[in-house]
Structure formats: C-alpha cells, structure tokens
C-alpha cells in the first residue's frame, strides 16, 4: 500500500490555480523525486499534504487512511514528517534539543534522549549538538532540520530542497543518507533543484509545471522526456 498518496489536489490562490487536480503517489522503501520550475506549486503541493493548506478538491490519504481534514498534528502521529525550504529551526535552543522536541512527540518519546544521540550521530551533528543553529552554515542548518524530522520516526518524509545551500561533499553524503533511510522502509518525496541529486537518488520522478503534473516515470526517462525539457530542465 502507498504511504503518502494524494489524488485531485486542487488549490487556488484567487485567480490563480497554484495545484490543478494534482495525484502523486509515494511507496515505503523509495525516493520520490518532485521537480519543476520556481512557481510550479511543489511547496503549496507539501502544505496541502502536510496539513497545513485545506485544498479546495481532492483527498490526502496517509497508509491508506484519508487524513484531508487531519490537523498537522494529527497527521505527524501518524507518520509524515517535512523539512521548510527556509529553515524553520528554533535558534533559541541547541542543535540537541532542537531534536528532542521532536523526538518527544514521536512514538518513541519514552527514550526520546537516545533517539536523539543516534541521530546526532548518524547525520554526524555529534560535534554541534550544543550549538544554537544559528550558527551553523546553512548546509549544515537543512541537517539539523532533517534531523528533527527524523526524530519523530517518519514512515513518510517530505524534504524540501534539503541540498540548497551544502557543497558537493555534504550533498553526495546526503545522497548516502537518503539511500540509507529507503532501507529503513522509509517513503521520502524530495523536492530539489539540484538536479544531479534527484537524478542520483529518486527511484521516480514526478514533473510539476504551472501547477500540473507533466510527466512522471523513473529519472533516466524524465532527463530525456520532450516535455520536461522545454518546460523546465531547457531552462534550467
Ligand atoms: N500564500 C500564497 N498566496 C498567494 N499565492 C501563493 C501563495 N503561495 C504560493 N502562491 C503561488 O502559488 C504558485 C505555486 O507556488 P509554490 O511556492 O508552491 O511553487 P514552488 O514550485 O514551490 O516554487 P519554488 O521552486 O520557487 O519554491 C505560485 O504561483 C505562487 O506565486
């Protein structure tokens, strides 16, 4: 069964359709890639799956359960987890108890601390985990907010552009991770415009363009499809 499915998502910002009956699909175990150029509706697609956004038209189904009318609260205990394309971490708090926040709303909130530790230690914040995120470069910030998605123990995670800002060496680990969290059985849906690391990662890509999906199938298709080239990687 999917984990993430949303069928005939349709929002509109007054005259404007940011979504037009929009359906994607993301399965446990892969990478699913979401692209397509500024204004295409990738972040207003997030909101309306996260619950932050009430589409005017069109289900979000969460493991099969319908949670369309779910509170984001609501739909983080059962499983989905996203990452901001601003960061959205708390600068008052250390990287740690940024994390632990987190943690403590998630399954395993009774060993919250060492949920935290092991994740600390597997994106390799052990080094900044008393910092305030303020001060770290801006690669390093999307870690830490990977990491507080993470906490809560995601069966669906919703990354939106974690790449921006990391050099080639945090982005090819970060590939590594996003890899290792598949195995877990983790559902990721990846919005990136770095597209070297969609086509690396995602075991398929969806195109979105002036709020409709163009064109979906696996990245070496995508990379060649007509369509996806005029409309977005021509430009690119
Ligand atoms: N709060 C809002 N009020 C009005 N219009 C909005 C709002 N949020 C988004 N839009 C419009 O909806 C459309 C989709 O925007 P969205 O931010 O979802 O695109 P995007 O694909 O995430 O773009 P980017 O790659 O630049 O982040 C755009 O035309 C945008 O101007």
Redesign the pocket.
């Known amino acids: 069964m999917a984990s993430l499915q949303v069928s005939g998502v349709t929002v509109s ?2 005259g ?1 359709r ?1 979504l037009d009956g929009v359906a994607l699909t993301a399965e446990a175990g892969r990478v699913t890639g979401l692209i ?10 997030f ?1 309306v799956a996260s619950g932050l956004r009430r589409p005017s038209s069109g289900q979000v189904r969460l493991d099969g359960r319908d949670v369309t009318r779910a509170r984001p609260s609501a739909r983080a205990r059962h499983g989905l987890a996203r990452t901001f ?1 601003r960061l959205e971490l708390f600068g008052r708090l250390s990287v740690r108890d940024n994390l632990l926040v987190a943690a403590e709303l998630g399954p395993e909130r009774r060993r919250a601390e060492q949920v935290v530790t092991e994740i600390l230690h597997r994106l390799d914040l052990t080094d900044v985990a008393d910092t305030s995120p303020d001060a770290l470069p801006t690669g390093v910030g999307r870690l830490v907010e990977v990491g507080r998605a993470l906490a809560i123990r995601p069966k669906v995670l919703l990354l939106d ?1 974690p790449a921006a800002g990391q050099d080639a060496e945090e982005t090819e680990r970060f590939a590594e991770l996003l890899r290792a969290l598949t195995e877990d059985g983790t559902a990721v849906v990846l ?1 990136e ?1 770095d597209m070297s690391l969609v086509m690396a990662v995602c075991d398929e890509v969806y195109v ?1 363009d002036l ?1 409709k999906i163009i064109a979906v199938g696996p990245p070496e298709v995508i990379r060649s499809d007509e369509t996806v080239l005029a409309a977005y990687l021509g430009d690119a």
Request: glycine share 24%; net charge negative; no cysteine.
């Open positions: 910002f007054g404007n940011a397509g150029p500024n204004g295409a509706g990738k972040s207003t697609l909101d394309q552009e919005v415009h979105l709020g």
